[in-house]
C-alpha cells in the first residue's frame, strides 16, 4: 500500500508517493489561478502562421499557445473559443491550450478529438470489448468521443454507467453552450493538481495521505475523509519527519547507482532525456554475455522507476551497453517492455537506433519536476 504526503514547499505543492518507505513519486504544481483542465472561452489576441499557433487570451491578463493544427476552422484575431488548459507555465513558456477540450472521470475519458469509443492500450483487451460493447448498447447515440481508462473493469460497469450519465452530461453542457458564453466564462473547473492525481489512484491501495498544509488538507478532506489527516507532530517538523530534502534529492541526482554495481547518469535536456547505463565495478566479470544482460535488466527496471518518480515525459534515449547479439537485443526490448507495463502513462519504445541508442516517448500528462526544482 502507499503513503501519500502533500504539502507546501517553498512555491510549490509537492505531492510524494511513498512505497515501503522509499518514494515513488514526486509531483510538483503551483496554486496557479488557471489549473490544468480548466475550460475558458478565450478570445484570439494574434494568429502566427509562422509559428503554427494562435495565442490566445482566455483569462484577463493571462495568455496561452494554441497550435494551429487543432483548428480545423479557419481563426482570425477577436475570435471567440472554447480552449482548455493543458500545460501550465515552465520556465520562460506561457500556458499550453488545446481547441479539443477533454473531460476525465475514474473510468472514461470524455473527449471532443472525435465521436467514437476507443480503448486503452493498457486495459486488458477482451475486458475493454465487454465495456464497450455495453457502453454502445446503451448509449447508442453520443455526442463526444469516449476512452475507456486502464482503471475500468467489467465488475465496475454500473459504475461506469453512471460515470458516463452524470460526467457525460456535464461534458455535453460545456460543449453545447461554450460558443455562445461571454469572454473569460470558466466553463469547467478542474479539481486540484494534487486532488487529481490522488484520483488517479485505487483508494484501496492508499494507507493514508498526510497533509502538512491546513489548506491542503481541507481540500482532501472533502474528498477522502476515511484516509486524510493533518500531520500535528509538534517534536518534528514535517520536512524532517519525511525527509523531503532526501526524496527531492533522490529525484534530482544526476547519478542513480544500481545493485550489481553498475550506474545510470540521468541527463535532462531543453529537447529530450538522455540516460546512459554504465557497467561501473563489474567490468571485469568474466563472462561478458551474463554481465551485459545483469547490468542491461537492472538497468531497465531503474530507468523504468526512475520515469514515474521523476515524471519524465517526452523523447527519451537511453544509451545501454550493447548486445552483439541481435536476438539478444530482441529479448531485451520485450523485457524492458515488461518493466514499463506498470507505468499509468502511454510509453512507445521505438527500439534501437544504428548508433544502439534506445528510443522511447512518454507521455506528458504535467511538467517533471525538473521544472520546477
Given at each position: ?117 476507443h480503448i486503452s492500450s493498457k486495459l486488458d483487451k477482451s475486458e475493454g470489448d ?244
Amino acid at each position: 500500500m502507499s503513503k501519500i504526503i502533500v504539502t507546501k514547499y517553498n512555491d510549490l505543492i509537492l505531492l510524494i508517493e511513498y512505497k515501503g518507505g522509499n518514494p515513488v513519486r514526486i509531483n510538483c504544481s503551483r496554486d496557479y489561478s488557471a489549473s490544468v483542465g480548466d475550460i475558458y472561452v478565450g478570445r484570439v489576441n494574434a494568429v502566427k502562421k509562422e509559428l503554427n499557433a494562435a495565442f490566445v487570451d482566455f483569462m484577463e491578463n493571462y495568455t496561452g499557445f494554441l497550435p494551429l493544427d487543432q483548428c480545423a476552422f479557419g481563426i482570425k484575431q477577436g475570435d471567440l473559443v472554447p480552449v482548455q488548459v493543458t500545460g501550465e507555465p515552465v520556465k520562460t513558456k506561457g500556458y499550453k491550450l488545446s481547441a479539443f477540450p477533454e473531460m476525465s472521470g475514474n473510468y472514461l475519458v470524455f473527449t471532443t478529438k472525435h465521436n467514437e469509443i476507443h480503448i486503452s492500450s493498457k486495459l486488458d483487451k477482451s475486458e475493454g470489448d465487454a465495456i464497450k460493447e455495453k457502453l454502445l448498447n446503451d448509449f447508442p447515440k453520443r455526442e463526444f468521443g469516449i476512452i475507456i481508462r486502464t482503471k475500468a473493469s467489467l465488475e465496475k460497469y454500473d459504475e461506469i454507467k453512471t460515470e458516463y450519465e452524470n460526467t457525460g452530461a456535464v461534458f455535453l453542457d460545456v460543449i453545447k453552450y461554450g460558443k455562445s458564453r461571454t469572454l473569460y466564462s470558466r466553463l469547467y473547473k478542474e479539481k486540484k493538481p494534487f486532488v487529481k492525481l490522488i484520483s488517479e489512484k485505487d483508494i484501496s491501495d492508499i494507507e493514508e495521505i498526510v497533509c502538512g498544509d491546513d489548506d491542503i488538507y481541507q481540500e482532501l478532506i472533502n474528498v477522502y475523509p476515511d484516509k486524510t489527516r493533518i500531520f500535528d507532530d509538534s517534536r518534528i517538523s514535517f520536512n524532517a519527519c519525511f525527509r523531503i530534502e532526501h526524496a527531492i534529492e533522490l529525484a534530482t541526482s544526476k547519478k542513480v547507482n544500481l545493485p550489481c554495481g553498475g550506474y545510470l547518469i540521468i541527463e535532462p535536456t531543453e529537447a529530450l532525456t538522455v540516460i546512459d547505463v554504465n557497467s561501473g565495478k563489474i567490468t571485469g566479470k568474466n563472462n561478458k554475455n551474463e554481465m551485459i544482460d545483469l547490468v542491461n535488466k537492472e538497468a531497465a527496471t531503474e530507468v523504468a522507476r526512475q520515469l514515474v518518480l521523476r515524471n519524465i515525459s517526452g523523447m527519451i534515449i537511453i544509451d545501454f551497453i550493447n548486445y552483439d547479439d541481435p536476438d539478444k537485443e530482441e529479448e531485451f526490448v520485450t523485457y524492458f517492455r515488461g518493466a514499463l507495463r506498470e507505468d499509468k502513462c502511454k510509453t512507445k519504445i521505438l527500439g534501437f537506433t544504428k548508433l544502439k541508442f534506445l528510443e522511447m516517448t512518454r507521455q506528458k500528462i504535467n511538467a517533471s519536476i525538473y521544472d520546477y526544482i
